[in-house]
């Protein structure tokens, strides 16, 4: 055989035969034990990024281990195919969403097939082909027929230019992402699930997901945001004659309020602004702001002094100012708060710009001043103090004491309050799974009926002019009502694409014509075992995924209620920023200055020379800035295809497990390519050597156990790079021994440990060898146990408790042995200057201690 690895020959024949047998084609009625590995679908951009090459080339290990244990392995794919990105495309490109979307697809396919992925092809499928969100559709009118959807007006960011609804996410410093127009809130009716209903459940359930990370946890607790605090009414000063209900965490701050704020959307603000022109064009103002919570909160705090006054509830002569203001939501407890500025700091920072009396009443230490300094809010614990009856408590003790009050007195009540919303799933755009309603004059909104579905898309649309084109389509939204008859009209409102992936892992695992899944089959895989993806969709992805499988639970489809038992957020993959100043460029004869003259260039315009770097065949030196998350704004992507073609598809596996934990951030560079692709070779070497050898090696045969014992361990705890570790460490030792044997049993164990990172080279050295079958088949090599257990120990050895030597001796060696052993060695010797010690103690197996 070659003394050189032929990957890319290699890499095209196994995975020919990979595909010509269906070798990962997942089989239901296996009656070996199930496994699901799943890493989160991609959007299909056109290309994948190296992003998702250490993504999925880590679930790829996981499913291919899985399967040499023993396990029925489903490991799919497909592809999240919905979403503004088509449509921005066929604006600009004149083409249709459809079209480029299957592209895309197409061309994604071949590069994650380049890479040898271990994927059940035959489970694919886009979430806009009609047969997947006809069956999206289906699930939304059971959840609407249990009363899980419903429909109401809500306020939204409305581009006026686009004449489309943005997302949050998509309204920068006010304006429309694409646009540029200034964003205006607007009233929709728009449909929500109600996902609020199942606030204390998706709460709950996180205790139970203990192979999830930390972090996830706490940032879905928090999004969720379960508070215990106190509703309660502020009596009106005259001429002000209508109370104000407000909602508070802090009861026990009660005493430190010093203004009321209302949203502009409040019954307040909206009747002032009825009267007071100023009042109205504050209002305008506040509707050009975020809509988040965390968008406000690093806003600037804007307010409107109404003139009017509320009275303190355990002061009737102190009078609170009531202010409309910019941070505060209307749909967020009761639209209106009461400011304790001292101890919050968004009310701090109000209560600063606007002049408003600042009370302390709790203790910080040992300030217990009444005027609180500074302008970081203080939210510790403490002593109240300048609260009449509170003074003295503890912040919890003065909670429930103010909440007992205020129920006592009629005034207020204890109330859970959740920082959750239910969940706006209403899009004005083309490129969507269609909502399955129809509305009619008479009947109101009227579900389609089963037998109707998919509701599909039209293929015959214009993205010429802005907004919806199924708004403006002559014949798809004109329809009979299937209720009464008469004519009425389709909902144009396509569905939120986090719908599209609150499901998908349930389709694959269950794919029957007829309806969304079979509930037997689904439960047969279900939850994922292993769900690998960024920690970006830590809340909103995940959240909803849970809340889905619930509501289904809920209504009896499957008994599944958390989808996916273990969780992996892996690191990004970065690359260092190189940034040139462009030149001018001379157009029919006159010079041309770049619009912006510094430049990003991405790492294939580059070359290095004389330890400088220039633009690739140019004297333009580039400046080499930081490295940073792979991103196409910033050029600095890597595309895997040259890289596969020029190292093979192993190479780039193993860099991609080497070096960084998975969890942590993993920095590209040439550097590291070439050595995987040199570590490919000594495999190589090693798998096509001489196979001749008699004899014994008890030290390569243990370090072989060991290796096998270790690498499984930290496959399953998802620790690549110690797996990696430990493979460097058994190919060196490898190479080093004599030949033997257990030389040879090691090389052919070699091949399978590391099949799952490398598996065209150990499918090519099985192949060689003669072997049965194919290497994905073949079973773990087996560890022998004795094999794990040490029979040497090493002593250390110190002279009046200072270490001097060590020794290698056999385990559990007698006291004597080990006592001669030490006051042999040359070094103790030396020390002792032929003094006998006074003292020897002996630790068994750990040290000896001469007491000279």
Request: charged share 25%; proline share 6%.
């Amino acid at each position: 055989m070659s003394q050189r690895f032929n990957a890319l020959k290699a890499d095209a024949h196994w995975q020919a035969v990979w595909d010509e047998r269906a070798t990962f084609a997942a089989d239901d009625s296996s009656p070996k034990p199930k496994s699901y590995v799943l890493e989160m679908f991609p959007y299909p951009s056109g290309k994948i990024h190296m992003g998702h090459v250490r993504n999925y080339t880590m679930g790829d290990v996981l499913a291919r281990f899985r399967r040499m244990q023993g396990m029925e392995v489903l490991h799919p794919m497909g592809w999240d195919a919905f979403g503004m990105p088509a449509e921005n495309a066929a604006m600009e490109r004149k083409v249709h969403p459809g079209a480029w979307t299957y592209d895309n697809i197409a061309a994604m396919k071949a590069q994650l097939k380049r890479l040898g992925f271990a994927l059940d092809w035959t489970r694919e499928f886009a979430t806009c082909d009609p047969d997947y969100y006809g069956h999206e559709q289906a699930l939304f009118l059971d959840l609407y027929a249990a009363g899980l959807v419903y429909r109401r007006e809500s306020s939204v960011n409305w581009d006026p230019v686009d004449m489309t609804v943005l997302a949050n996410e998509q309204v920068i410093d006010g304006r429309g992402w694409r646009s540029g127009a200034l964003v205006e809130k607007r009233k929709l009716n728009q449909w929500f699930l109600k996902i609020t209903q199942f606030a204390d459940e998706l709460l709950d359930g996180l205790g139970a997901l203990e192979h999830w990370p930390d972090k996830v946890r706490l940032m879905q607790e928090n999004w969720i945001g379960k508070s215990v605090g106190l509703q309660f009414r502020f009596r009106p000063v005259a001429p002000f004659d209508t109370e104000i209900e407000v909602y508070s965490t802090r009861p026990d701050t009660i005493f430190g309020a010093s203004f009321v704020a209302v949203a502009a959307d409040h019954p307040v603000a909206q009747a002032l602004g009825a009267t007071s022109a100023e009042a109205a064009a504050f209002i305008e103002k506040c509707k050009q702001g975020g809509t988040t919570a965390a968008e406000l909160e690093t806003a600037e705090k804007l307010g409107f002094d109404t003139g009017w006054r509320v009275a303190h509830p355990f002061d009737a002569g102190r009078e609170l100012p009531v202010y409309i203001a910019n941070f505060v939501l209307m749909d967020y407890g009761t639209g209106a708060v009461m400011g304790v500025p001292a101890h919050d700091q968004r009310d701090l920072d109000f209560a600063r710009k606007y002049g408003l009396p600042v009370p302390r009443v709790v203790a910080e230490g040992d300030k217990v001043d009444p005027l609180f300094e500074g302008d970081e809010a203080y939210t510790g614990p403490g002593a109240l103090v300048n609260s009449a009856f509170l003074d003295g408590m503890d912040v919890e003790a003065a909670k429930a004491a103010v909440i007992a009050r205020a129920e006592g007195e009629g005034w207020g009540r204890g109330t859970t309050v959740w920082r959750l919303r239910d969940w706006g799933v209403s899009r004005q755009r083309y490129w969507g799974t269609p909502i399955p309603i129809i509305h009619c004059e008479a009947c109101g909104a009227v579900p389609v009926p089963h037998d109707q579905l998919p509701v599909k898309l039209p293929e015959d649309v214009s993205f010429d002019v802005p907004g919806n084109p199924l708004d403006r389509h002559p014949t798809w939204r004109h329809v009979d009502c299937p209720s009464c008859g008469a004519p009425a009209r389709r909902e144009t409102d396509t569905l939120d694409t986090f719908v599209d992936s609150s499901w998908y892992f349930i389709r694959f695992a269950s794919q029957p014509g007829d309806k969304p899944f079979d509930r037997a089959v689904a439960e047969q895989w279900l939850p994922v075992q292993q769900y690998i993806g960024g920690v970006e969709h830590a809340i909103l992805h995940l959240l909803y995924a849970r809340f889905w499988t619930r509501a289904l639970s809920h209504i009896g489809l499957i008994d599944v209620k958390e989808p996916f038992a273990g969780l992996f957020t892996q690191g990004m993959v970065t690359h260092e920023v190189y940034q040139a100043e462009m030149p001018t460029k001379i157009i029919d004869g006159v010079e041309h200055q770049a619009i912006n003259r510094t430049q990003f260039v991405s790492p294939e315009e580059i070359e290095r020379r004389d330890g400088r770097v220039y633009l690739k065949g140019s004297e333009l030196e580039v400046t080499v800035g930081r490295v940073e998350k792979m991103s196409k704004s910033k050029k600095n992507t890597v595309d895997p295809g040259p890289i596969v073609d020029q190292y093979g598809a192993d190479a780039v596996r193993w860099f991609m497990l080497s070096d960084s934990p998975p969890e942590r951030d993993l920095q590209w560079s040439e550097a590291g390519i070439e050595g995987a692709w040199r570590f490919v070779q000594r495999l190589w070497r090693l798998f096509t050597a001489e196979a001749a050898g008699e004899g014994e090696d008890v030290v390569l045969r243990r370090k072989l156990h060991k290796t096998i014992a270790g690498v499984a361990e930290d496959v399953e705890a998802l620790a690549f790079n110690k797996s990696v570790a430990k493979l460097y460490e058994l190919v060196g030792a490898i190479e080093k021994a004599a030949p033997s044997a257990d030389r040879i049993a090691a090389i052919r164990a070699l091949a399978r440990i590391v099949a799952p990172m490398c598996p065209h080279i150990a499918e090519e050295a099985w192949a060689a060898w003669g072997e049965e079958g194919l290497i994905a088949d073949a079973p773990w090599p087996e560890v022998d146990p004795a094999m794990l257990v040490e029979d040497k120990v090493t002593i250390a050895i110190q002279v009046n408790g200072k270490l001097r030597d060590t020794l290698t001796m056999p385990k559990g060696a007698p006291r004597e042995d080990v006592e001669a052993a030490a006051l042999a060695s040359e070094n103790v010797v030396r020390m002792l200057e032929g003094r006998t010690p006074r003292k020897v103690i002996v630790v068994p197996d750990r040290l000896v201690n001469l007491v000279a």
